[in-house]
């Protein structure tokens, strides 16, 4: 089989090398990949949004299953584009990205279809969205309703903080067209989780469940950010609870998405807010797999990964997949200055020798000319532990993430830190602490 993967950051990196596992003699293309990609695939120079030259090369090298990794290019209808020409794709169509790509349209499916998440308004207009910031009760959250990589979300603990963020995103253009739409929202408590479920628009199998670090820094402080880290699996994501978001959520939502005329294909990926009774409310979905989620759920995944996303891709019950004993923690390692401005262009130096259990997957990284590697994006590179525990993995990525050097390096020492606790509270007294 040949296969084609979609995209540039670590969770490319982490589908290649997860397909390439399962499928050592199989041709494997990415594009546009990166470092990481180049030694287990071969890169094609084609930007992921670039649906023509996309769709030319897929033909090309006679691509049986191409499987789409970011959000631009499924909002943008690569996937359409490529079944209408007959080839098997793993992601939905663009009606159906939707549901990441519009935080309005996510709102309108969850209120139709009976699923439960924070109180909202979505406005265009900057008067009314003002009158309704008025009327909230404090905390509050205003999103961008477009695309915003991660930026979207604004927390906001007074009325008047909400109402400069509105100001902002509708008056400002402080998100560009992403932010003409805005969605305004109670703030939830609780924990986060990530679940993930491959679906063909109609079954589904659950991936093993994540938890993201959206804050820049440790203590779950500083601006949002795509992601500075995650782990899997999530201890208080048990059977019961992920019975209940397939019963609640991903079904209800599934068979809204058939009534809208938008099956949707692919990685359904839910954001969950699990209140501190136990029940979870969703808010947001996403189109694709999770990143840095999938570099620490794809390792995991022992077997039925490359089986699953050919037949959801071609309308089929999607393959159970098979998962290993064991725990993942990832760590970000970005770039000075991420979010917002990242500094690029300094040379990376990743020892030879890594701790065993340790993945490093690429994400901005480039090969100058000289054959150096150089930090080009936010997030540089992902270091992935593995490990028979949750605190053997935490430990070998905390230690690969340092034994990493860049000039401008930086990343979040407490990935895992519920967890963390979680596990010394269950420990007997006087144990003592292995971190
Ligand atoms: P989103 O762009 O909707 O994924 O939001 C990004 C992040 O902002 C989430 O992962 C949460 O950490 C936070 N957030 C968004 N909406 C809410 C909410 N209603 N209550 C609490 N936190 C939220
Ligand atoms: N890590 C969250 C996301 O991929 O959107």
């Not at 994501?237 to 599934?254: M, N, Q, S, W, Y």
């Not at 070998?396 to 930086?410: F, L, M, P």
């Amino acid at each position: 089989m040949r296969s084609l993967v979609i995209g540039s950051g670590g969770r490319e990196h982490a589908l290649c090398w997860a397909l390439r596992r399962e499928n050592p003699d199989a041709e494997l293309y990415c594009a546009p990949g990166n470092p990481g990609t180049a030694e287990i695939a071969t890169n094609l120079p084609i930007a992921a949004d670039d649906l023509d030259r996309i769709a030319d090369a897929a033909d090309m090298y006679g691509i049986d299953l191409t499987v789409v990794g970011p959000e631009v290019p499924l909002a943008r209808g690569l996937a359409d584009r490529l079944r209408a020409e007959g080839r098997a794709v793993f992601g939905p169509s663009a009606a159906a990205a939707q549901i990441e790509a519009s935080k309005a349209f996510a709102k309108q499916v969850m209120s139709d279809a009976g699923v439960r998440t924070a109180p909202s308004g979505a406005f265009t207009d900057l008067e009314p969205a003002l009158a309704f910031v008025d009327r909230q009760s404090e905390p509050l959250v205003v999103k961008a309703s477009g695309l915003a990589a991660g930026k979207g979300a604004i927390v906001c603990t007074t009325r008047s903080e909400a109402a400069k963020a509105v100001r902002w995103l509708l008056d400002e253009g402080g998100l560009g067209d992403a932010g003409q739409t805005v969605v305004i929202e109670s703030y939830l408590e609780g924990e986060e989780l990530s679940v993930m479920a491959v679906t063909n628009g109609k079954d589904v199998e659950l991936l093993p469940v994540a938890q993201d670090h959206k804050r820049l820094l440790d203590g779950d402080t500083g601006p949002n950010t795509g992601g500075m880290g995650a782990y899997s699996p999530v201890s208080i994501a048990g059977p019961a609870l992920l019975e209940r978001v397939k019963r609640d959520i991903l079904f209800p939502t599934l068979e809204q998405m058939q009534r809208l005329r938008a099956p949707f294909t692919g990685v359904l990926y839910t954001g969950l807010m699990i209140d501190p009774s136990g029940i979870p409310w969703v808010i947001e979905y996403n189109c694709r797999l999770g990143d840095p989620e999938a570099q620490s759920i794809l390792p995991l995944l022992s077997q039925g990964l490359t089986d699953s996303l050919w037949r959801a891709a071609r309308g089929q019950p999607p393959a159970r997949i098979n998962v290993a004993r064991g725990a993942a923690v990832t760590t970000v390692l970005a770039s000075r200055g991420y979010p917002e401005r990242p500094e690029k262009g300094a040379e990376i130096k990743v020892p030879d020798a890594l701790p065993s259990g340790a993945i490093v997957f690429h994400a901005g990284t480039r090969r100058g000319e000289d054959g150096a590697l150089r930090v080009d994006g936010g997030r540089v590179l992902t270091a992935t532990g593995l490990g028979t525990t949750f605190l053997e993995a935490q430990r070998i990525s905390r230690q690969t993430a340092e034994s990493i050097q860049y000039d401008g390096k930086v990343f979040r020492h407490d990935i895992g830190r519920r967890e963390a606790a979680r596990v010394q509270q269950r420990r007997p007294i006087g144990a003592s602490q292995q971190v």
